[in-house]
């Protein structure tokens, strides 16, 4: 794609579901610095990216907040990190189909940038804050919440194993037995990657997890590493 036509551009609202009123926010929006690189265009969408983690930020934790009334901050915190994070956000810029319309350098192009999780996470704030440019909080407001509402829901439920290792960890230290180690394998393409962890304490396994991302395999394999550790020393 040597350049995003006006019928590109067109696709791409209707995918986010929002109408711009200056389309060339959301063409800066595409814009990745490995096209700078090859092409004339003075500006990336990095700037855009920072305005509209910002504001993902800022919707997740009002969501978070009013949808659970009386959960302590820590676990407000946790929501909003489940949620806001770089392979949440690109499995969402993939479900978008975002990748087709990103402005890329040959290189990265042919690097298969368009489905790198970090690339299609950027790209996906970068958009939020050209919606927030285009047409203000609200409409930004309503953008966020439409698109990750599931994700929010989804991680509700997993609230109590967001702060396993930390867990575990402590317990760890307090029976003084060493700190606990991960060993992380992956399997399948990036875009349905599965990881399998398995949880090491003094060399020995005490648990295995797997799940979509690193951070969530070694989670779940923390949690059953905790109860173990807890039946095994009746800490």
């Known amino acids: ?20 009123q200056n389309p060339s926010l959301l063409r800066q929006a595409l814009i990745h610095r490995s096209w ?10 990095e700037r855009f990216e920072f305005l509209g983690d910002a504001v993902l930020g800022w919707v997740i934790a009002d969501v978070a907040f009013h949808r659970l009334a009386d959960m ?11 949620v806001v994070n770089m392979h949440a956000l690109a499995d969402i ?13 040959k290189g990265e192009d042919a690097a298969g940038g368009r489905d790198k999780s970090s690339i299609l996470a950027d790209a996906l704030e970068a958009l939020i804050g050209a919606v927030y440019l285009d047409g203000g909080a609200p409409a ?13 829901e989804e991680a509700i439920p997993h609230l109590e194993m967001f702060d396993a290792k930390t867990r575990l960890q402590e317990l ?21 990657r599965i990881f399998t962890a398995v949880l090491y304490v003094d060399g020995r396994a005490y648990g295995s997890g797997i799940g ?4 969530a395999a070694e989670q779940i394999a923390a949690v059953g590493a ?8 009746n800490a």
């Not at 810029?93 to 990103?102: K, S």
């Not at 930004?140 to 929010?152: I, Q």
């Not at 760890?172 to 349905?192: F, K, M, N």
């Open 212 to 215: 979509r991302t690193k951070k």
């Open 93 to 105: 810029a993939r479900q978008l189909g975002i990748g087709e319309f990103l402005l890329l350098g």
């Open 36 to 45: 700078q690189a090859e092409n004339s265009d003075p500006l990336t969408n």
């Open 72 to 82: 302590p901050e820590g676990k407000l915190t946790d929501l909003r990190r489940s």
């Open 140 to 152: 930004a407001y309503e953008m966020v919440k439409r698109l990750l509402a599931d994700s929010v």
């Open 226 to 233: 905790y109860d173990a550790l807890v039946e095994q020393h």
């Open 1 to 20: 794609m040597s350049d995003l036509e006006n019928s590109a551009l067109s696709e791409c609202a209707s995918r986010i579901g929002y109408e711009f």
């Open 172 to 192: 760890c230290a307090r029976l003084s037995i060493g700190i606990p180690t991960y060993e992380v394998e992956g399997e399948g393409p990036d875009h349905e």
